[in-house]
């Protein structure tokens, strides 16, 4: 009978790399707030350009074409940044309009130079500047439509610095949603570093208002209600002529 002699293997042991465990948005303190301030904050420029246009290419899908731009608040001279992304033409800053139902983040003026200013639900519906709304749900749905890709729809429009650990996005097409933090129904100041959260100005059927929040730990971009009490940023849309 013919003998089979054994094959010897070597086995090549592979270190596992645990995936990274998702962190919880930063939780309410129980008193008095926690001030984290973002390494490099995308504040405001008062500095007008002309639109440019420009095509954002990355391995993350095709082109998306978008050209920059700016405009001037009539109503304080405030100047903002624009970017008009497929048909829509968007502030690429967060509004920064002293109305009633709003105020800065922790009630520092350096807070809202560097973030904008935070709004409960009705004053979002009425400060942005003549000639620009507050942007709708369907304007939400229409712009993640544009982008391509629902899943990292967040990563593309978070600016690539200001997020806590490491959570910043490529701002693949000049949105530059910066982690303002938020204000809870209670008054207590949250989540700088943490998220950005924009009101729109549609409401669930007989509920809340619609939002969208963009987390340091998340590539998608949520969509949820809150009360209308709770103080979030604003971006303001080009009304269609």
Not at 205 to 231: A, I, M, N
Request: charged share 25%; hydrophobic share 30%.
């Amino acid at each position: 009978m013919k003998l089979w002699t054994p094959a010897l293997f070597l086995i090549t042991a592979t270190l596992a790399v645990p995936s990274r465990a998702k962190s919880a948005v930063v939780a309410k303190p129980a008193s008095k707030p926690t001030t984290q301030t973002p390494s490099k904050p995308v504040a405001k420029s008062g500095t007008s350009s002309t639109a440019t246009a420009t095509k954002a290419k990355t391995q993350e899908g095709p082109s998306i074409p978008f050209s920059r731009g700016s405009m001037t608040d009539s109503r304080d001279g405030t100047a903002y940044k624009t970017v008009t992304i497929g048909k829509q033409t968007w502030m690429a800053q967060n509004l920064d309009f002293a109305s009633d139902g709003s105020m800065c983040f922790e009630n520092r003026k350096d807070r809202c130079d560097q973030f904008g200013r935070l709004y409960d639900w009705d004053a979002a519906k009425t400060s942005c500047p003549s000639g620009w709304r507050l942007s709708s749900d369907e304007d939400w749905k229409e712009l993640e439509k544009t982008l391509g890709t629902a899943d990292s729809a967040g990563r593309l429009l978070k600016t690539t610095t200001g997020w806590s650990t490491n959570g910043n996005g490529t701002d693949r097409v000049g949105f530059s949603a910066i982690a303002a933090g938020n204000s809870d129904k209670t008054g207590i100041f949250n989540n700088l570093e943490f998220a950005a959260t924009f009101w729109t100005s549609s409401k669930k059927f007989f509920g809340d208002p619609w939002h969208r929040r963009l987390r340091f730990d998340e590539t998608s971009v949520e969509r949820e209600t809150s009360e209308k009490s709770y103080l979030y940023s604003v971006r303001c849309l080009k009304s269609s002529p």
